[in-house]
T-cell receptor, first 114, second 117 residues
Framework: EDQVTQSPEALRLQEGESSSLNCSYT??????LFWYRQDPGKGPEFLFT???AGEEKEKERLKATITKKESFLHITAPKPEDSATYLC???????????????FGTGTRLQVTL | DTGVSQDPRHKITKRGQNVTFRCDPI?????LYWYRQTLGQGPEFLTY????????KSRLLSDRFSAERPKGSFSTLEIQRTEQGDSAMYLC???????????????FGQGTRLTVV
């Protein structure tokens, strides 16, 4: 069974204070690891896909990295508008060779204050 | 295409009533997922389809829940005899799952918020 654990559960940063969110995972044959942002009352918004260890993706103040067991979402000089819940999900490969379902972690609630 | 569309956005129902939700995926996507999310939790898998075939259903899913995807287009999720514990956000997502490994990310709709009173 695929598993995802995210830490910390909640994180409070001051504007400009950089930090990292952690996603530890176990999956049978990684097809992809996904990061999403979710605002209250809305559906998750896709941020990044990572396919293999060593890969990195960047978008504005966010950078996602991955090893064989963990992924990190690095937030550089965050702003209040970066406040949201950040979700990590993994997708493995079924025994038929097709992609499996997405398995999500419980998320990290990020609050960025002035 | 404006993305994944879910209807209704909000539903309040009395315990014991049946409810049905609709999801229209991104048109070229062949895979469609249903998830449930409660406050402070990540999305919990319910079921998914590839084209019209239902490939997997959560073992936690009660037989009061049923989903269909006729002709591999839109999908419906029905909950029969609703209970207060069914109150949650129901999320639909779609993705393009062909043989190539890239571009498999799932895009979510805005969800249907169900409240059972």
């Amino acid at each position: 069974e695929d598993q995802v654990t995210q830490s910390p559960e909640a994180l409070r940063l001051q504007e400009g204070e950089s930090s990292s969110l952690n996603c530890s995972y176990t999956v049978s044959g990684l097809r992809g690891l996904f990061w999403y942002r979710q605002d209250p009352g809305k559906g998750p918004e896709f941020l990044f896909t990572l396919y293999s260890a060593g890969e990195e993706k960047e978008k504005e103040r966010l950078k996602a990295t991955i090893t064989k067991k963990e992924s990190f979402l690095h937030i550089t000089a965050p702003k209040p508008e970066d406040s949201a819940t950040y979700l990590c999900a993994v997708q493995g490969v079924r025994n038929t060779g097709t992609a499996s379902k997405l398995t999500f972690g419980t998320g990290t609630r990020l609050q960025v204050t002035l | 295409d404006t993305g994944v569309s879910q209807d209704p956005r909000h539903k309040i129902t009395k315990r014991g009533q049946n409810v049905t939700f609709r999801c229209d995926p991104i048109s070229e996507h062949n895979r469609l997922y249903w998830y449930r999310q409660t406050l402070g939790q990540g999305p919990e898998f319910l079921t998914y389809f590839q084209n019209e075939a239902q490939l997997e259903k959560s073992r936690l899913l009660s037989d009061r829940f049923s989903a269909e995807r006729p002709k591999g287009s839109f999908s419906t999720l029905e909950i029969q005899r609703t209970e207060q514990g069914d109150s949650a956000m129901y999320l639909c997502a779609s993705s393009s799952e062909y043989d190539r490994a890239e571009n498999t990310e799932a895009f979510f709709g805005q969800g249907t918020r169900l409240t059972v009173v």
